[in-house]
């Protein structure tokens, strides 16, 4: 492929990548690989087509390992952590659980897998308190009894 070949690749990954798509940042690497291909050729650097393509991978792989998490956390922000604050809350199940067993309850608008820590069972109605959070999976142990 011509040297201006690669750029004009390059240069429309880098602008879908920053104005079209979200890709996380993987096409902004792919894009820069293709213009350093281009580049190369500019220099007068003549490479066969399959040297091109070598180049071009080798350069946008090693640099997407290299560069991508630490540069996207920079400009994004990075992850967000999930939180703990849940432990100590309030839970009402509307399904019994027995000590030891596992179910399904709401809590904040997402369903959650409830594990009963505790050695009383917790009826349908009951109120249990969020003790720890494993995963998915909170954790509960029954905090008043119905009466």
Same mark, same amino acid.
């Given at each position: 492929m011509a040297w201006w070949g690669w750029i004009v690749i390059g240069t429309l990954l880098f602008c879908a990548e920053l104005f079209a798509i979200d890709a996380q940042f993987f096409l902004i690497f792919i894009g820069a690989g293709a213009i350093v291909v281009g580049l190369t050729?500019?220099?007068g650097v003549e490479l066969p087509a399959w040297g091109q393509w070598l180049l071009f991978a080798a350069l946008a792989a090693t640099s997407m390992v290299m560069f991508?998490?630490?540069l996207y956390d920079k400009i994004r922000g990075g992850? @967000?952590?999930v939180s703990d604050s849940v432990v100590g809350g309030k839970i009402v199940l509307v399904q019994e659980l027995k000590p030891g067993a596992t179910g399904r309850a709401d809590y904040r608008g997402s369903s959650w897998t409830v594990f009963n820590t505790g050695d009383e069972l917790i009826p349908a109605g009951g109120s249990a308190t969020i003790e720890a959070m494993d995963g998915f999976?909170?954790? @509960?142990a029954l905090t008043q009894r119905q009466t």
């Open positions: 050729g500019l220099l991508r998490r630490k992850v @967000v952590p999976t909170l954790r @509960v």
